[in-house]
């Protein structure tokens, strides 16, 4: 079966289309042009933002002229991770999607669910004049995964809507009605070199198979940070015998909880059996420790080859005990919200090269003050050690509204429809919603979606029935839209 006849067919249909486009963040250009021309070939109206945010106005369905308007918001980019063994160009190639069983998931590298399933929806309301609803305002926002550029230069004058329905949450029994806030934090430093030692060996050390994932929902689940690991295993080594780091290369994206990592280190070769040892016993004790979450992790090591400089003793030192500190994982749950993930910090990426050392990780809080604690945290890690900071893209989290009137009829409605009671809550993750409240003074939000499983990794998958429930439930909202 082709996904476009999966049901519902216009929504999978428009999901295929949209897939086939690269569209990685702050790489907008092909899927603004797309979308552009969708709008247009409905005559519809149809403008790009100064920052390139796209948005398609439709008009009410005839008898719903007097409801509300509603924004529906959904991101243009996603995030772009693969397989180390894939061979794959997000720049140039549309993704390989895989139907298995009630899943949708693309051939080792994200699917792009997030939020190709909110844009595809979007699509699916402004190409049909079969379903009812009020007059609609899209808004394809762009550069959502890597800063919330979109969102943070969003021109709030553009629109009319007094209830946006955002269509990011990944789980179809959740109504999402706050979220955390983020901040960058990216480090540099040179360090000295020296030539690898006469009578050395050289070993290649790698993890593999770690799930990732998305670094604000997944972030409590206890998974591994290659990075992490990465560093656990050369501070043991460097504690016990005497090795010299050559590289480190380690993670990927930001906001993605960094599944592979590879170094490079050279060992005096009547050391090499004592390496070997030390290495596969910290291995054994980190397959032990992480062995109900990550059954499939891969940690090797074996002999290779580098004509490359290594890191002099003192800097190895001073980097591998900054690495070592930083912390990684969830700082604080929040006291408030049972079952919240307050504040975290995830270590994404590390490279040793060359003479640099940088690094890239990402702080959220939904408490401002306790994500300005966690940044504060991770950067006297690293300035503790000499390396320049440099902290940016700090967006602000959205606030909860327990008493919003959307958030009233849509639990009603869930109620009615599934005969059980929504989890209303506000999540870990970086949705845009605090973003454009600010904006969007006055704008009643809420956030729902089908259920996404491993968004920001290459496991990423949607599930088709639920897809199917959250479009019936997204139709039956736009019928009880009130009257302005």
């Known amino acids: ?36 021309n969708f709008g247009k070939s409905l005559n519809l109206e149809t403008v790009q933002d100064k920052i390139g945010n796209v948005i398609i106005k439709k008009p009410a369905s005839k008898g719903m002229e007097d409801r509300t308007t509603v924004i529906l918001q959904s991101h243009l980019d996603m995030v772009h991770q693969k397989n180390g063994d894939t061979l794959f160009d997000f720049d140039t190639q549309g993704i390989e999607m895989l139907i298995e069983g009630d899943w949708v998931t693309a051939n080792g590298t994200t699917l792009g669910a997030d939020n190709g399933i909110g844009v595809a929806s979007i699509m699916a309301l402004l190409s049909t004049n079969e379903i009812p609803h009020p007059a609609l305002e899209a808004m394809l926002t762009v550069d959502e995964e890597t800063g919330m550029t979109g969102a943070k230069y969003l021109d709030g004058s553009k629109y009319e809507g007094k209830i946006l329905l955002n269509l990011d949450t990944e789980d179809d029994d959740e109504l999402s009605i706050g979220c955390a806030g983020g901040i960058d934090t990216n480090t540099s430093y040179t360090y000295s070199q020296e030539e690898v030692k006469p009578n050395s060996s050289v070993f290649e050390i790698s993890i593999k198979g770690l799930l990732g994932g998305h670094s604000g929902m997944d972030i409590d689940k206890g998974r591994g940070n290659a990075n992490k690991l990465m560093t656990r295993i ?11 780091l050559i590289s480190f290369d380690g993670g990927s994206l930001r906001n993605a909880i960094p599944r592979e990592a590879t170094s490079f280190i050279a060992v005096q070769s009547v050391d090499k059996s004592k390496v070997e040892s030390i290495v596969n016993e910290v291995i054994d004790l980190l397959k032990f420790e992480l062995k109900t979450v990550e059954s499939h992790l891969t940690i090797a090591i ?69 994500k300005a604690d966690v940044a504060n945290t991770i950067r006297s890690a690293f300035e503790t050690m000499g390396a320049e900071v440099v902290q940016s893209g700090d967006y602000p989290g959205w606030q909860p509204n327990p008493n919003s009137p959307i958030l009233k009829i849509m639990v009603e409605l869930y109620r009615k429809l599934f ?54 439930y997204l139709l039956e909202v736009l019928l009880l839209i009130p009257k302005a």
Not at 234 to 241: P, R
Not at 330 to 335: D, E
């Open 1 to 36: 079966m082709k996904i476009q006849e999966l049901e519902p067919k216009a929504l999978w249909g428009h999901f295929a289309d949209l897939n086939a486009v690269p569209r990685p963040s702050k790489k907008e250009e092909k899927v603004i042009e797309f979308m552009l």
């Open 419 to 472: 005969n059980e009671e929504p989890q209303v809550k506000a999540c870990h993750a970086g949705l845009e919603c605090g973003i454009l409240g600010e904006h969007l003074p006055g704008v009643d939000m809420i956030s729902f979606g089908p259920n996404i499983r491993a968004a920001h990794s290459p496991d990423e998958k949607v599930q088709i029935s639920s897809v199917q429930k959250y479009w019936g």
């Open 302 to 370: 074996s002999e290779s080859t580098s004509t490359s400089s290594a890191i002099s003793n003192s800097d190895f030192v001073k980097i591998i005990n900054s690495l070592y500190s930083a912390p990684n994982g969830v700082f604080r749950m929040s006291p408030d919200i049972e079952g919240l993930v307050e504040s975290s910090s995830s270590l994404a990426r590390v490279i040793i090269k060359e003479g640099s050392f940088v690094t890239q990780s990402l702080q959220r809080s939904s408490v401002e003050s306790t």
């Open 234 to 244: 050369l501070y043991n080594l460097k504690s016990e015998v005497e090795v010299q």
